[in-house]
């Protein structure tokens, strides 16, 4: 996964602090003084007019300070000083922009995906082609997999910024999974042209093809992955991740056990293998392979999630409890960790520590129905029922426009995440 832009700095002039107010105000409770008192009035005008310069100075000395010490905080992880150092920049130079960028580095790397969602968006206001700006609030979306809030900023990006290989294979990436595959395919064969050796582009590439029925072409560009592939085992897996995300379950097993085979210890092959499972609705698979993940690996956060949530979506809620606790603590900015909790604890008659979940839900991710839909029942189970209502409403505003992902988890078994 891509990071957030380590941090931002100011512009290499001064902050400069609005705060300060104009030199003309100071004068004017002098404008009675008789004509005689001219030079003295011009002398003070003089004196004014250096003391508001001095004073500019110094505030902007003092903010830049401020600045400078809550960037250091930022890159030695003292992310609660950093936090308040750029609040007070903030608070005296509302539109810097530095500031409010470096504030949404610090929302995301304390999993507080909202927060830097609002700040990046309060930047760009200010400057609508800050090229970092555009590419953090990007990624925010790209890493809860919502493709498609994360294109748009990908694509302004690009526009600022052509020559960045990086953005413009973002924003390939999501057209990719979006279905948007002609544009997709030529960006990402311009970029296997001017990098060869690019596995991520070359996966991807591969992945649009297979999704276009050309298995020829894709076969040419797995083939060159392959080649920067570290061991056979590494090249079937890579294969197998292909198909699976092309939802070619049955061959992406296949490519998976062959793993299995070349490398038994091969890392996180377990969890791809119960991945698959869920998708092809093999209970005992998937479950003895998730389990079997946590065993190589007890504090995997996917491996706690896909089988909380797969032992919620089978009707044991109990069972999948702990896993989705522990989920939520390695993973904070998961709201489908947070989903799947509140609707275990709605099934074991918890509601109302289901709506906390659920709410916390919703703020990280406001624009899927299935989480109101939960919010909804487990209020009308409270008895509250004007916010249940509420909680409905917004159900039917999603749904209305077509802003949930194409499956509807309410009622299938599938888990989110999985294809």
């Avoid at 809860?144 to 413009?168: C, H, I, K, M, W």
């Avoid at 004007?386 to 426009?401: F, G, H």
Wanted: aromatic share 8%.
């Amino acid at each position: 996964m891509i990071n957030a832009v380590a941090f931002f700095q100011p512009p290499s002039e001064r902050i400069s602090d609005p705060q300060i107010p104009p030199a003309r105000l100071i004068f004017d409770a002098c404008r009675s003084r008789p004509a005689a008192d001219l030079r003295d009035l011009k002398r003070m005008r003089f004196l004014g007019l250096a003391a508001v310069t001095i004073a500019s100075v110094l505030a902007a000395d003092s903010l830049q300070a401020i600045f400078d010490m809550a960037a250091k905080d930022l890159a030695a992880g003292n992310y609660a000083a950093a936090e308040r150092g750029f609040e007070k920049v903030l608070a005296s130079s509302p539109n810097q922009v530095a500031a409010m960028g470096n504030l949404g580095v610090i929302y995301q790397r304390t999993h507080h995906p909202e927060k830097a969602i609002a700040i990046y968006k309060r930047a760009l206001k200010v400057n609508p082609k800050a090229e970092g700006i555009l590419l953090n609030l990007g990624l925010v979306y790209f890493k809860r997999e919502d493709y498609g809030q994360a294109l748009p900023f990908f694509q302004r990006a690009v526009d600022v910024n052509g020559s960045s290989r990086q953005t413009r294979q973002l924003a390939a990436t999501c057209q990719v999974y979006l279905g948007h595959l002609e544009p997709a395919i030529q960006e990402l064969e311009a970029i296997r042209a001017s990098t060869p050796g690019n596995g991520g582009a070359l996966f991807m590439l591969g992945l649009a093809y297979l999704k276009t029925s050309q298995p020829e072409k894709a076969q040419s560009a797995f083939d060159e992955m392959f080649a920067t592939a570290t061991s056979p085992a590494q090249a079937e897996f890579l294969l197998g991740k292909a198909y699976y995300e092309s939802t070619l379950f049955d061959r992406a097993a296949e490519s998976y056990r062959r793993v299995l085979d070349l490398d038994p210890k091969f890392p996180r092959i377990h969890l791809e293998l119960g991945k698959v499972s869920i998708t092809q609705r093999n209970s005992d698979e998937a479950v003895r392979e998730l389990k079997t993940a946590l065993q190589d690996d007890p504090g995997d956060p996917e491996a706690n999630y896909f089988l909380g949530g797969f032992l919620v979506q089978e009707g044991r809620p109990r069972e999948g409890l702990p896993y989705l606790e522990k989920a939520c603590e390695l993973t904070p900015d998961s709201w489908a960790a947070f989903y799947y909790r509140g609707k275990a604890l709605i099934e074991l008659n918890q509601a109302a520590q289901a709506v906390a979940l659920l709410e916390r839900a919703t703020e990280l991710n406001d624009s899927e129905a299935s989480v109101f839909y939960q919010l909804g029942r487990a209020l009308q189970m409270l008895g509250r029922k004007d916010e249940a209502r509420l909680a409905m409403a917004r159900v039917r505003e999603l749904r209305e426009k077509n802003l949930q992902k194409e499956t509807d988890y309410i009622e299938s078994r599938r888990v989110i995440g999985a294809r």
